[in-house]
């Protein structure tokens, strides 16, 4: 049972990235799946939300209108497209499985910098 998160990297203010996290060893379809964030010194923090279908998504103010969460159950796959990035997205991401036993993956790192 794991998730892995990849698509992490450096880019420029006002670029884009296209987070994705992969699962296995559960039946993916079933949960709901969000990301999160951790920059450095703060808590980790809610970015968004989707729900098991893929109908429901729910997004944190700072990063509403700029990214946008999907899935696609076929593949066992969560993407995070990111747009209009800031220095302030600068963070450590990670996925999440819901549920009553939840799951993180290992993280990936997104840098917004010139």
């Known amino acids: 049972v794991q998730l892995v998160e990849s698509g992490g990297g450096l880019v420029q203010p006002g670029g884009s990235l296209r987070l994705s996290c992969a699962a296995s060893?559960?039946?993916?379809?079933?949960?709901?799946m969000s990301w999160y964030r951790q920059a450095p010194g703060k808590e980790r923090e809610f970015v968004a939300g989707?729900?098991?279908?893929?109908?429901?998504?729910d997004y944190a103010d700072s990063v509403k209108g700029r990214f946008s969460i999907s899935r696609d159950n076929a593949k066992n796959t969560v993407y995070l497209q990111m747009d209009s990035l800031k220095p302030e997205d600068t963070a450590v991401y990670f996925c999440?499985?819901?549920?009553?036993?939840?799951?993180w993956g290992q993280g990936t790192q997104v840098t917004v910098s010139s």
């Open positions: 999440k499985k819901g549920g009553t036993r939840p799951l």
């Open positions: 989707i729900s098991s279908t893929g109908w429901r998504t």
């Open positions: 060893g559960f039946t993916f379809s079933s949960y709901p």
